[in-house]
């Protein structure tokens, strides 16, 4: 009768889709457990199946007010006998609390000790007067330094286990209610999320500002997982969370969302999550980070595609809720299967909006909004997974604050940048701090050059953005004309100073076809194409 009730009330739990801004019912204290990370500037709630906890999140001391991330959620998908399978927390979560144990998820097996497979949390000095720490989880993977006590990663640790095995998690029945049921996936989860103790800004100690995260994914079945991709979905929301638009920055393995809003924060912070180490692929004479161990001729792989979120603010960039989606974007695709193309450069991407917003150039996020829901996927990939084989990630939230929303970004890649040059073991256990000297001074409203912009976007129908920038104040003209050379609409023609301008031009009573805008400023007269689809 026991087991009964314990499974009838874990159903009911998982029925209740864990939607932004909702409550998850005191029905969740039953089988969820949640702990605060909280040593530092950068603090929240976690549960034990791979998601934030309401109403704490993740939240930075340094703004108000003070959320950055409402969701995070490891996702991973692959083939198994040449079906796709997923394992995902997205909002809501498929997964199920504790390990796989004789290939079951430990739920259904062994119900009676569900508040072993709770989240545990220990800091340094604890002892077994912390129950977490005398009850410390080895047998199911929890990490212990050489005397087999439990091993603190950073000032404070939280870890735990959870599984993608589990049939009767409602979420994985009915997906988003968009009635796609999830089959099982063999994947087991320790989790491992950790931070140093301090309260100080990044220019004396830029752990005060940091959160890492460590993921061991284990394939605990029978079956092989083939072309499997590892991936990292976030929804990021500061400030206004209806104006933060999703960037990615290859160079340092990350990606952010930054905000062209001024006005709902006093100085807007950029908030970044980095990949700092990837999965392990052979490498002759290379050596990879896997946990604390350094492994031979293999190395850290790379991330293999990034996907924005932004909504309904755009036509195709939104969560997937489908497994073909999931699988598409996975590999670098739209949801629907479609290439991704780069509008400015015109080549094909597995990489949208890697352009500079602290320049201005290449592909960045043009509009005024995105939506509450921007954030973004990264992903790594393809891998195999044998039977008992293993991988691991380890990603760091690096929020940045600098004088303004751009100089933001470039604090934010800067600490980025010193934390990806750290060894693993600075990170995780060091004591030293790590502090940023200086960032370059981000010039906002004076540019150095005349700059004419791609409209954007490009084909459109029928509103579309032209953008440009000046380095002085002078006579400005922006004129839009057919392919005879007749003019079509002056959407300019006025004095401006110095400064980063844009304007909308609405085709809305034109025929379908190529047009040109023209802009003429000072010594500047430049012409670029666009096309209206109708």
């Not at 089988?31 to 034990?48: A, E, I, Q």
């Not at 410390?136 to 050489?146: E, H, L, Q, R, T």
């Not at 492994?295 to 924005?308: A, E, G, R, T, V």
């Not at 393809?382 to 084989?389: E, F, N, R």
Request: aromatic content about 14%.
């Amino acid at each position: 009768m026991r087991t009964l009730f314990l499974l009838f009330t874990f159903s009911i739990l998982f029925s209740m889709n864990i939607y932004p801004q909702k409550n998850l019912g005191e029905a969740s204290l039953l089988f969820l457990d949640y702990k605060l990370l909280d040593t530092s500037n950068v603090y929240g709630g976690f549960y034990n199946i791979g998601l934030t906890d309401y109403p704490h999140y993740i939240n930075w001391r340094l703004i108000d007010p003070s959320i950055i991330t409402f969701g995070y959620g490891l996702h991973v998908i692959g083939k198994i006998n040449d079906y796709p399978h997923l394992a995902i927390a997205q909002w809501s979560s498929a997964y199920s609390p504790g390990p796989i144990i004789n290939g079951q998820a430990a739920m259904l097996i062994h119900p009676e000790d569900s508040l072993r497979y709770r989240i545990y949390k220990i800091s340094k000095g604890d002892n077994v007067s912390n129950p977490d720490y005398a009850e410390w989880p080895s047998d199911f993977g929890a990490p212990v330094n050489s005397l087999g006590e439990p091993q603190v990663y950073g000032d404070q640790t939280l870890w735990t286990v959870y599984n993608s095995m589990d049939s009767t998690v409602e979420y994985r029945i009915n997906w988003n209610n968009y009635r796609d049921s999830l089959p099982v996936m063999p994947l087991e989860v320790q989790q491992l999320i950790y931070s140093r103790s301090g309260y100080q800004t990044d220019y004396e100690d830029l752990f005060s500002n940091t959160m890492f995260f460590e993921f061991k994914i284990l394939n605990k079945g029978s079956e092989q997982i083939d072309s499997a991709f590892i991936g990292f979905w976030t929804d990021i929301d500061f400030c206004f969370a209806g104006s933060n638009p999703p960037a990615v920055d290859t160079s340092i393995q990350s990606g952010f969302c930054w905000t062209t809003n001024l006005s709902t924060c006093s100085i807007p912070p950029a908030i970044g999550y980095a990949m700092l180490y990837g999965p392990i692929i052979e490498s002759q004479g290379d050596t990879a980070q896997f946990g604390q161990t350094r492994i031979p001729d293999f190395k850290n792989s790379s991330l293999s595609s990034f996907y924005p979120v932004a909504q309904d603010q755009h036509p195709y960039f939104d969560a997937y809720y489908t497994l073909e989606g999931a699988w598409n974007i996975a590999r670098g695709f739209y949801e629907n299967g479609e290439t991704i193309v780069n509008p400015i450069t015109n080549q094909p991407t597995k990489f949208p909006l890697d352009g500079d917003p602290v320049t201005n150039q290449g592909w960045i996020w043009q509009q005024t909004q995105t939506n509450g829901e921007a954030g973004f996927y990264l992903f790594t990939g393809p891998y195999t997974l044998a039977p008992g084989d293993s991988q691991w990630i380890m990603l760091a939230l690096a929020p940045a604050l600098g004088r303004n929303n751009l100089e933001s970004i470039s604090l934010m890649r800067k600490k980025i940048l010193t934390l990806r040059n750290q060894p693993y073991d600075s990170l995780a256990f060091g004591t030293a701090s790590l502090f940023i000297t200086s960032v370059e001074e981000t010039p906002v409203d004076k540019p150095n050059d005349y700059l004419l912009y791609q409209n954007y976007p490009n084909p459109f129908n029928p509103i579309t953005k032209i953008s440009w920038q000046s380095p002085i104040g002078t006579w400005q003209t922006l004129i839009v004309y057919d392919v005879l050379g007749n003019e079509v609409s002056t959407l300019v023609n006025e004095y401006r100073d110095a400064g980063s301008y844009d304007v909308e031009f609405d085709g809305g009573g034109l025929a379908s076809g190529v047009y040109y805008y023209q802009l003429k400023a000072g010594d500047l007269i430049q012409t670029k194409k666009m096309i209206l689809l109708k």
